[in-house]
C-alpha cells in the first residue's frame, strides 16, 4: 500500500537525527544527507509494510461482513482508533506486536465481533504493554499448549515419582529466557508486573510437587486480555 508524498520539510525526528550526525566533526556534512534519505526510506518501508497488513485483515473482516449482508462502518472512534495503532506500530519494532495492532484495527469495523464498550479495557491493555508482556501473557495462558506448539513432547515434563519433574523457575528460565539468567531477570520482572496488574499469577520459587509447572497462570481477567488478543488475530 502505498502512502502520500512525505512533505518536503524535515519531520521532527529527520531534524534531530540530521542535527545530531552533522554536528561529528569532519564527517557530520557529508554523510548526513546520505543517512538521512536512508532513515527515511526505512521508516516509510516500515509504514508501508504495516499498512499492508492492516489492508489484508480489512479485506478478510470485509468478506465475512459481505456474508452476512453487511458493510464496513467507518466513524469517529475507528479513526481515532486507527491513529493511535498506526503511532503505536511505528514505535515498536516488534513483529508480533505490529501484527495484533493490524488485527485490532481491521476486527474494530465489525460491530458484530468487537464491543467498543466491553473490549475498551483490552484495547487501552494492548497499547500500554510491551511485546514482552504480551509474549509471557500468551505462554502462561497454557504452558503445555505453548511448549506443543513447538513440536516439543511435554510428557516428560509431567509428574515422576510423585513429584513434577520440572519447577516454574525451570520453566520460565528454558522457554521464555532461553537459557539466559540476565534475560531471565527480565523476564521475572515482566512477571511481576503483570501480577500488580491483576493478568498473572505465578508463584517463583515454589517446589516441585505443590505447583505444577505447566498450569495455565493467567486470572480471569488475564484470559479475557489474551482471548481478545486471539479473535483479533484469528484471520491470520
Known amino acids: ?23 561529528i566533526p569532519g564527517i557530520g556534512p557529508v554523510v548526513s544527507g546520505a543517512y538521512l534519505g536512508t532513515i527515511a526510506a526505512s521508516a516509510r518501508e516500515k509504514d508501508e509494510e504495516w499498512l499492508a497488513m492492516v489492508s489484508a485483515r480489512l479485506k478478510f473482516v470485509e468478506r465475512e461482513l459481505e456474508a452476512r449482508g453487511e ?5 469517529g472512534e475507528f479513526i481515532g482508533l486507527f ?25 474494530a469495523v465489525d ?6 464498550a466491553s ?3 483490552w484495547l487501552d491493555l494492548t497499547f500500554e504493554l510491551s511485546p514482552r508482556h504480551i509474549h ?14 513447538t513440536g516439543e513432547d511435554v510428557e516428560p515434563l509431567s509428574r515422576r515419582g510423585g513429584n ?15 537459557g539466559d539468567e540476565r534475560r531471565r531477570d527480565r523476564v521475572v ?18 517446589n516441585r510437587s505443590a505447583y505444577p509447572a505447566l498450569q495455565p497462570r493467567t486470572t480471569p481477567r488475564g484470559n479475557q486480555l489474551v482471548e481478545f488478543l486471539r479473535r483479533c488475530a484469528s484471520d491470520d
Open 111 to 116: 460491530r458484530q465481533s468487537f464491543d467498543w
Open 189 to 206: 520482572s515482566t512477571i511481576r508486573d503483570l501480577e500488580r496488574r491483576d493478568l498473572l499469577v505465578v508463584p517463583l520459587g515454589s
Open 71 to 75: 458493510a464496513l462502518e467507518v466513524d
Open 1 to 23: 500500500m502505498s502512502l502520500p508524498e512525505q512533505n518536503p520539510r524535515k519531520t521532527v525526528l529527520e531534524q534531530m537525527i540530521g542535527g545530531a550526525i552533522s554536528a
Open 136 to 149: 509471557v501473557m500468551s505462554f502462561f495462558y497454557d504452558p503445555a499448549d505453548w511448549i506443543r506448539s
Open 83 to 107: 491513529n493511535k495503532a498506526f503511532r503505536e506500530a511505528r514505535e515498536t519494532g516488534e513483529a508480533e506486536k505490529r501484527q495484533i495492532l493490524a488485527g485490532i484495527v481491521a476486527h
Open 119 to 121: 473490549d475498551e479495557e
Open 164 to 178: 513434577f519433574a520440572i519447577t516454574i523457575d525451570d520453566v520460565i528460565l528454558k522457554y521464555l529466557a532461553r
